[in-house]
């Protein structure tokens, strides 16, 4: 695809088939997806056959396609191949520029001599018209043979693009010229220099835009370019003997195979490890500065290097299932979903070259017949019809509909890259654009404002007439604190859920015994809680309302007022309140500066909880959100429901959680935010994703977003301002004001530096964002949020 109007060709002609229901072209990353109609989904392969259907239609049309290895042992072998088709264009197309540039250099050398009066006879021949048709037809037929082709073929199948004005253009030109050079009795004007000088400017604008794309991608290149080419496999398990170690080809890897890694290597897979002690750096990956013991057990990623000791690992994700590979393949994805903002730019598009063409011979028409009448002076510049051809084919070559088909998904293509390499993974130009809209923020607590790895501060039993007024008086078994702990470990050990995880921890710190659950009697309720029966002994693990569901009594509780902001924990036994358990998660250091920034801005903030009253209002006084904008013990559904209360009354509402219990109410959310690392990048429900784990991230995202957003609109506004001025100076409007008018040379040039501006312009962006953060970074509250939230993850 060569311009907007092609992208637009290619929509219409899938979506015209009737498999196809609606489909998305961008035409920066050169794909398209496909929504297929229901009865197309019937047949068990029914994705190749409809891709390979889809793809041999296009190439029939013209344009060369064929079906996306989605497969993900396979996203390097793609990237790369793209990258490199690129590259090999980009060499043909500078072979074509030097000709082409070469040829208008003796062109200009000619035109040169005559002005200055140079009598030498080889120099007059340069100047001849017989010698510069020469030079015309030779470019015509050499470096702009092509692009002639391209564009006429495109015209006889009834879907012109940028190419056939081009083309058109030079053809008119050339064809004037030689009329007039042929009959000269006509009177006409020769402008042989006119297509030598128009495809030397039009090439020139296509080998820096082809350029601008592949610096556009380079964000992703280098985010690939960090997994290594080569691995150390172990053979026979002996890490010791040299001889059973064979380097191999990363991308050869299978799981299970066992790999050494050396001090000062890249990891080449994700795995865990088996052998060996080390720090590795993953700040690759991660964002996190300070290295990280990794031990026998402990997980390790693709990219991140081994610093001070040999390991060995298994592989457990090989080649493109790496953490980096699902990044990359998302990014992609994000790539080829349109902003609502370019609907508008592709509609216009997708009739534009009709329209210029039309114009073009509106121009030659009021020229011929009526321009020289009206506006005498237009006569000094010829006659009246060689004027006329003259500046039609400046209306052909100037208008540019390759600028309103890159001004959206070139901005998109830099901002979600730029993402990625900071940790951001934003899923296309409609989320972005939704998000630099958004006016209200709701935030989940645990994981979110708080850190997510909550501890146990306290066991409570009911041998604690202190803390617990009243307990089964009935019963005759005496629960201790470890019994309460041991019991609750086993039933949490088969949850997800920060704090049960917490529990675990404790258990195993206080050295309790693993208590197994018995087979197919765990239930789990997100929000309340989760029940099991642990030798024959029915235990409940949650909320006050969740354990008294299952069983358990009424009974009145006294809270201790030292932990009375900390979160409760319920146990119980049959039907008898065995215990509760106080956990306490740390605020993240940065969750207050996240949400004074965001008041500041205007942005409406919201804490939405399942804890206690006390809790959720103590962790929202700290981070400063009001606590009539407060609301707690609320279940998944509930938060779904909020949500949706919230967008009713015309809110753009993201919602901000760490995926686990809140799913719901990040899906039903306009932007939905999770936080997380590699687990959380595959995330179908996020919109976003902080993949650093750090909260200060959801500024970084906003901000991006609406950096984006405003690049878009300067693009927009650009290409739309180009057209609607360049085409009526073409057509010769300033002729009768300032007796001056637009060569076809000078209009190429023009079209050319117009699809420049505007990836130029995209490209800017990534400075835009990176002195934006720059100038964040040194103001003393941000910068100390930052190195905070750094230690909160070591």
């Known amino acids: 695809m060569t311009c907007g109007g092609c992208a637009a060709s290619v929509k219409r002609i899938l979506e015209n088939q009737p498999q196809v229901s609606s489909a998305s072209v961008n035409l920066t990353t050169e794909t398209a997806i496909v929504w297929p109609e229901s009865e197309a989904k019937v047949a068990p392969k029914w994705q190749n056959d409809l891709g390979e259907l889809l793809a041999n239609i296009l190439t029939s049309c013209g344009f060369k396609s064929n079906l996306r290895d989605s497969g993900k042992r396979n996203i390097y072998e793609t990237f790369e191949k793209k990258i490199n088709e690129k590259r090999k264009l980009l060499k043909e197309s500078g072979r074509g520029l030097a000709v082409s540039w070469a040829l208008c250099a003796v062109c200009i050398i000619g035109h040169l001599s005559h002005f200055f009066g140079a009598k030498a006879a080889w120099i007059h021949a340069l100047h001849s018209t017989g010698f510069h048709m020469s030079l015309s037809l030779f470019t015509l037929l050499g470096p702009g043979r092509q692009l002639i082709l391209d564009g006429l073929k495109s015209l006889l199948r009834g ?21 007039a050079a042929f009959v000269p009795k006509l009177g006409w004007k020769t402008f042989f220099e006119e297509p030598i000088m ?3 400017f039009v090439l020139l604008g296509k080998n820096l835009e082809q350029r601008a794309k592949i610096k556009a991608t380079s964000d992703m290149t280098g985010l690939l370019s960090i997994l290594p080419s080569k691995a150390r ?14 380097e191999v080809p990363s991308n050869s890897l299978s799981v299970g195979d066992q790999i050494i890694v050396l001090p000062g290597d890249r990891i080449p897979a994700d795995g865990v490890v088996v052998a060996g002690r080390s720090s590795v750096d993953e700040s690759s990956f991660t964002g996190e500065p300070l290295p990280v013991t990794k031990l026998p057990g402990n997980d390790v990623a693709a990219g991140c290097i081994n610093l001070n000791g040999q390991i060995t690992v298994e592989v457990r994700r090989p080649g493109g299932e790496t953490a980096i590979g699902d990044i990359v393949r998302l990014v992609e994805e994000a790539q080829t979903r349109e902003a609502p903002v370019q609907r508008l730019a592709d509609k216009v598009a997708g009739h534009f070259t009709y329209g210029v063409m039309a114009l073009s011979a509106a121009t030659y028409m009021f020229w011929s017949l009526f321009g020289s009448r009206i506006i005498p002076v237009a006569l000094q510049h010829g006659s009246s019809m060689s004027l006329a051809l003259q500046l039609s084919c400046s209306v052909l070559v100037v208008a540019c509909p390759c600028a309103l088909g890159l001004a959206t998904p070139t901005a998109v293509l830099v901002g979600t890259s730029l993402g990625a390499t900071r940790g951001l993974l934003l899923r296309g130009g409609s989320i972005l654009e939704k998000f630099s809209t ?9 994981g979110t404002l708080t850190i997510g790895r909550p501890t146990v501060t306290k066991v409570v039993t009911h041998d604690d007439q202190v803390n617990i007024a009243q307990l089964d008086t009935t019963s005759t078994h005496k629960w201790s604190e470890a019994d309460v702990l041991q019991l609750a470990a086993g039933v949490e050990s088969n949850t997800i859920h920060p704090i049960g995880k917490a529990i675990v921890e404790a258990a195993r710190a206080s050295n309790c015994p693993n208590l197994k659950v018995a087979e197919g009697t765990f239930t ?47 146990v119980g036994v049959g039907n008898v309140l065995a215990g509760i358990i106080y956990v306490e998660d740390q605020i993240r250091e940065d969750a207050r500066h996240v949400v004074e920034s965001l008041n500041r801005q205007g942005i409406n903030t919201y804490l939405l909880s399942g804890d206690k009253k006390s809790a959720a209002e103590y962790v929202a006084s700290v981070v400063g959100i009001p606590n009539e904008r407060v609301l707690y013990g609320v279940k998944p559904e509930e938060k779904k429901m909020f949500i949706s209360r919230l967008q009713g009354d015309q809110n753009i509402v993201a919602m901000v959680g760490d995926g686990i219990n809140d799913a719901a109410a990040l899906a039903s959310s306009n932007v939905g935010i999770a936080l997380g690392g590699g687990v959380g990048a595959a995330s179908e429900v996020s919109s976003i994703v902080l993949m650093q784990n750090r909260l200060s991230q959801l500024l970084e995202a906003l901000e ?17 301002a180009y057209n609607i001025v360049g085409i009526p100076v073409a057509a010769g409007t300033l002729l009768p004001v300032t007796g001056t008018m637009l060569s076809p040379s000078i209009a190429g040039a023009l079209m050319g530096l117009s699809s420049i501006g505007v990836m130029t312009n995209s490209l800017l962006l990534r400075l835009k964002f990176l002195s934006r953060q720059e100038s964040l970074a040194k103001t003393p509250l941000y910068a100390k949020a930052l190195s905070n939230s750094g230690n909160d993850r070591k």
């Open 438 to 446: 958004v006016n209200t923020i709701v935030f989940d607590k645990t």
């Open 704 to 720: 991006l977003s609406r950096l984006t957003m405003k690049t878009v609109k300067q693009n927009l506004w650009w290409a739309f």
């Open 524 to 570: 789990e309720e997100p929000g309340s809680g989760a029940v099991a029966t642990i030798n024959d002994k029915k235990v409940s693990v949650g909320t006050l309302e969740w354990v008294k569901r299952n069983g358990v009594g009424e009974i009145p509780l006294q809270e201790v007022e030292e932990f009375k902001n900390q979160s409760i924990v319920y």
């Open 233 to 246: 496999l172990l053979i026979n398990g002996n890490a010791e003997d040299s001889s059973s170690i064979v």
């Open 198 to 200: 128009l495809i030397a």
């Open 159 to 179: 879907a012109p693009n940028m190419n056939t004005l081009v083309g058109l253009g030079a053809l008119s030109s050339f064809a004037v010229s030689s009329l």
